[in-house]
Structures are given as C-alpha cells and as structure tokens.
C-alpha cells in the first residue's frame, strides 16, 4: 500500500493526444507541510498533468504517484487525495447533500461527514436544493466540499478559483494554508500567478507541457532583476563600454535600444558619458513576479531576442 | 465493494429516474395483461361458440384448455423490459454527461470496482424492474381472464423467473452499452431502434430471404424474447393436448418466440450478447481517459 509520505512525485510523464502534445516529459515534485501552484498558461498542460496524477488520463509515458503510488494502488483514494477538477459534475437533480451521501459511502465515511463538508464551505443552508440550481461559485464550494469528503491528507485543485466570489476566494486561501500547515500536501493549478501568489510557497511553473520553473516562490522573487533600456547614439560603443565595465546581460532590441539588466539607470548613463555615447532616453523598469512568469510561459526567457517589454505587457492583459 | 455498492445504490435512488421509468413499464405490464387476457377470452370464446365448433373438433382444439392467455405474457415482457433497459444504458452514459463519472472514479479503488458495483446494483433493478412487469401483467390477466386460461403455480412460478432473468439480463445489456457509447440521447434511441424496429425488419428480412428461421434466435431481441416465450408457449402445449406442427410454429411466433431455441439456451445465447455489450463496455471504460 501507499506510504503515507504526502509526496507527489511526477516523473517524465507525457501525453500525447493524437498529435497534440499536452505534456511533455514533466518532472517535479510536492512535498507535504506547503501548498504549491501549478502554473502555466491556458492550453500548458496543467489539466491533463493533474488528471493523470488522479488516475483519470492514462500516461503517454512517465510516472505520477502519490504517497509513492499510482493512483490506482492506493486502495481507498478518496481517504488519501481529494480533488476539485475544472467541469467536475453533479447531477443536476440531486440534492447537495444526497451528491455528499452518495460519494461519502463510496469512499467509506460516515454520512456525518456530509454536513460536516456541507458546513466546512458555507452550504448548510443549500444541503436540501438540487445542485443544478446552482451557481458556478456555489458549484465549485460543493467541488470542494467533494474533495474533503474523505478528510485526505492531499488536495489537488484545478483552477479552483474560477467561479468563486472574492469571499470564497479569500476563505479557500486561508482554508489550503491551514490545511498545508497541519503537514498535509496542496497542489493548486491556475493561470494566473497573481491569483495563488499569496497562497503558495512552491511553484511549478509549465509552458507547452514542459517545466519552466520549479522551485520555491522566494526564489522567483529574487530573480526580479531590474532592466534598464537605453537609447544611445552608437549601441556598439555603449555595449563595449559596459562589457568592459564588468556587465554581461546585455539586449539589443529591435527599435534599437539596448536593454542593460542587473544594473541601474546611473551606472549605464555614467558608462555612457565616460564613452562619449550620447544617451537620447534611458528607462528603468523593474520585472515583477507577474512579467518574470510571462517571460516564463512565453519561451522567450533569456538569450533569445524578446519583444519589447510594452508589447509583452499588452499581450499578457 | 460493500460501500461502492451501497454508492451506487444511493446514485439510483437521489433522482427520480427510476420511477420515472417505473411507471411506464407498469403501465405497459398491466395494459398487456388486460389485452392477453382478453385475447385468450376472445379465442375461447369464439372457438366454444356453436359456429366455430366444427372447425375445433376438425383442428382438435379443446378450447378449455387452449391457455390463448399466455401467449401474449412473452410479448408483454419484451415491450416492457425495455425501460429496465433504457434505465441500465443511462447507468454510465448518464454519468459520463453529467461528469459525475470523474468523481466516481476518484473514490473508487479502481474502475474495475467501480463497474463491478454497478453491475451489482443494476442486476438489483433489473430484479425489481421484472418482480413489477410480471405482477402487473399477472394483475391485467386475472382481471380479464378466467381462472381456467390462468397456468398455475408452478407455470407462474416459471414465468416470474424468466420475466425477472429477461429483465436482468436486458438491464445490463442496456449497462453494457451505455458504456460502450457513452452518450445518454444516442444509447437510449439506438436501443430503442434497435429494439423495436431494426431487429424486426432484420428478423423479416431473413425469414424472406430463406435463411433457417433458427438463426432468429440468435439475435438479441430473438433470444431474449425467446426466453419469455420459449417458457409461455411451453406452458400452453403442456395443456392443450395435440397441437399439428403447423400450429405450434404459428404459437411461438405469436408468443415472441419464433425460431427460438429453448428457454435456457435462449437465455444463455442473450447473456453471451449481454457479455459481449457489457465485455466492450468494460473494456471502453477502463481505458477511457475521462477529460
Ligand atoms: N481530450 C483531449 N483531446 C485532445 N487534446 C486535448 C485533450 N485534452 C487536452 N488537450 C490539449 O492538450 C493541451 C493541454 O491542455 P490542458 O491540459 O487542458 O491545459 P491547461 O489545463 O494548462 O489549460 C491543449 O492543447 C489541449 O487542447
Ligand atoms: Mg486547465
């Protein structure tokens, strides 16, 4: 049987879906005690890599297990992950609470345990109403109420926010990072870093069903580098110039401008004026989280020419 | 297993399909009785009258022990284990339109289990689905005919047996093919086609062109029609003393059971079908990736 370890581990794992790929040779791995955002654009691969890990997609190739399982090895899933998945249904005319009935005999709870999840999201007072008169928000509170059924010691949500209003937004925040901190294990996908960015110690970030970036958000952060683009009269000058001063990280853009990064606006202008390259505009423009995960998702990280920041900006809106 | 059986169990009695379709196939069961009943009343009568006696003692009818009520039972059950029917191809289909598949398969130790519970519980409503066609068609029978068109204990015994196995077997066939094409709207009008028309023309369409009227029984609604009507037109005979062969030909098809074998071989040569449906469906599901 399962190890009781909360680890989730995804090893090379790929799908192909005819001629799609949807995820190509994923590798990461989730340790219990943090929550960790699964990010990547839409179409990245997330949906599919999280149902193959619930057992619900079958592999390509590669592994994912949980508690050093597959998920069909671990006897009684419900009691060891809960999952909130994006088009999870319910049947329209059944009662929320018979839908929590139904599923907490499948995974062997008492029937308690219904109202006691119905209670858990706010919906006590909606456990006799037919899930089809729901809305998306109290829909996707009854997804998670679903996926606590079993009491399991992992989560893995699916852009569970979708649908949530600001006040379910803020209480699933605060409910996964309690959860988390009693040592349980949370993977929580979205497209939006900003969204989970309060939320998640850990990122694994995907583009094109492969790992961009793994590891914890602090790390992220530090990568925050300040760029400075400068337009010169002579771009070969200025960039000898701050080679010789020691700086590497150096882009020529396509307007011409030279984008100078992990240094500040005075330094590229003092190395100018000790050049005699006249400076006709400097700018200074400091990546945050949100652009460093664009940057990420697009393929376009460093060493290869990148659009203007602007332009980036106006596609990520 | 207890506990998903008990789930699934659960899944069929929070939603109003189940008697939903109950209604109808009671409505069918007592509407066919009353018409089987009267039917045998009919013939009885017409053969006892003065006219027609002649024409009984030359085909050496006894009318008395003709049970002409019987013959229209097999018919009965067929046309109305089709909503048991139509209730097992929803059993998966159902869930696959509503995504409530994903959750099943989440808290079940496997698909294997998953399925295996759900036969359960179906092969259950089947049963329960036919205790109810075979008492309503019973009730329509006793009120229209009289006690001497009626078999007894033993025939009646026999025919809740083969009403409840039919009703089964067509439950899980509808199950089996519900997974197979996992598309409520699609399953249930094909089943239905199938059922009611395509087999029937298939059925004429042999007879016409020659073949062996055998190879009727081989078919899913010809075998499981013959399960019914084997045992209807078997009770008949045991009563109604000689019978030309000639007869006994026009009784089955009357009966449902033409170019049917016997009732159990009959029965068997449908749950191969059931198999086969349920064998695909198995498999589909278990490979499915539910996306
Ligand atoms: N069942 C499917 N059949 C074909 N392609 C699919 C299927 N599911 C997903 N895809 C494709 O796989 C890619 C990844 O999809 P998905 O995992 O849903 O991404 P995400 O959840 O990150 O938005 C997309 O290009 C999508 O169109
Ligand atoms: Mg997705």
């Known amino acids: 049987m399962h190890d009781g370890s909360g680890l989730i ?20 791995t989730v340790s219990p005690g943090s929550v960790t955002g699964f990010l990547g654009p839409n179409g990245a691969g997330k949906t599919t890599t999280l149902r193959m890990l619930l057992g619900l997609v079958k592999p390509t190739s590669g592994t994912a297990t949980i508690n ?34 139904v599923y907490a005999s499948a995974i062997g709870v008492p029937d308690a345990q219904a109202d006691q999840v119905l209670g858990l999201v706010g919906l006590s007072t909606a456990a006799g109403r037919n899930v089809g008169g729901f809305s998306l928000g109290m829909k996707q509170r009854m997804a998670v109420a679903t996926a606590l059924l079993g009491d399991p010691q992992v989560l893995v949500l699916d852009e569970p926010a979708n649908g949530l209003d600001p006040e379910g937004i803020a209480w699933l925040r605060n409910f996964l990072q309690s959860f988390a901190r009693m040592g349980r294990t949370v993977l929580i996908s979205s497209h939006l870093l900003a969204e989970v960015e309060q939320t998640v110690d850990q990122v694994v970030i995907v583009s094109r069903g492969q790992t961009m970036y793994y590891g914890p958000l602090e790390h992220l952060r530090q990568q925050q580098q300040r760029r400075v683009f400068v337009q010169p009269s002579d771009v070969g000058a200025l960039a000898t110039a701050l080679r010789e001063a020691g700086v590497q990280a150096l882009e020529q853009l396509p307007d011409g401008r030279l984008a100078v990064s992990g240094v500040d606006a005075k ?27 664009f940057r990420l998702t697009s393929g376009q990280f460093v060493g290869h020419a990148p659009a203007p920041y602007q332009q980036q900006q106006g596609g990520w809106a | 297993m207890g506990d998903l ?22 409505l069918i069961a007592l509407g066919g009785g009353l018409l089987s009943g009267l039917t045998g009343r009919t013939f009885v009568e017409f053969f006892s009258s003065s006219e027609a006696e002649q024409l009984s003692d030359a085909l050496g009818v006894t009318p008395d022990q003709w049970k002409f009520s019987l013959l229209g039972i097999g018919r009965t059950i067929n046309l109305a284990t089709m909503f048991p029917l139509i209730f097992g191809a929803l ?17 079940a130790p496997s698909r294997v289990h998953a399925m295996a519970a759900k036969m359960m519980v179906y092969a259950l409503w089947g049963a329960i689905y036919g205790l109810a066609i ?43 093919l519900g997974a197979l094409l996992p598309n409520s709207a699609g399953v249930v009008v094909l089943l239905i086609m199938y059922f009611l028309v395509i087999e029937n023309a298939l059925q004429l369409g042999l007879r016409l062109s020659g073949v062996p009227e055998t190879a009727v029984g081989f078919l899913p609604n010809g075998s499981v029609d013959g399960l019914t009507g084997s045992v209807a037109v078997d009770l008949f005979l045991a009563d ?23 009732w159990w071989l009959s029965g068997l040569i449908f749950l191969a079908w059931v198999a086969a449906a349920f064998g695909g469906g198995w498999a589909r599901m278990t490979q499915k990736d539910i996306t």
């Open chain 1, 9 to 28: 581990a995804v090893q090379n794992l790929t799908k192909q879906f005819g001629s799609v790929t949807a995820v190509q040779n994923l590798s990461f």
């Open chain 1, 68 to 101: 050093g399982r597959p998920f069909h090895q671990l006897g009684r899933p419900g009691r060891v992950v809960g999952a909130v998945l994006e088009a999870q249904g319910f049947h329209p005319n059944r009662t929320a609470r018979n839908h929590l009935r």
């Open chain 1, 267 to 293: 330094q590229v202008a003092d190395t100018a004026l000790r050049a005699g390259v006249s400076v006709y505009g400097i700018q200074e423009e400091q990546a945050d989280l949100e652009q460093i995960f």
């Open chain 2, 5 to 26: 059986v008990q789930a699934e169990l659960r899944k069929t009695t929070t939603t109003t399909l189940w008697w939903a379709l109950l209604i109808p196939t009671v």
């Open chain 2, 91 to 107: 059993a998966i289909a159902g869930e696959v339109g509503t995504r409530t598949i994903t959750t099943t398969f989440l808290t």
């Open chain 2, 134 to 176: 075979i008492g309503f068609t019973a009730l329509g029978i006793v009120l229209t005919s009289t006690s001497g068109q009626m078999p007894d204990a033993g025939g009646w015994a026999m025919l809740a047996l083969v009403c409840v196995l039919s009703s089964i077997l067509m439950t899980l066939f509808g199950v089996g």
């Open chain 2, 240 to 262: 109604a003393g000689v019978v030309p062969e000639e007869g006994v030909y026009w009784l089955r098809v009357f009966a449902g059971a033409g170019g049917a074998q016997a």
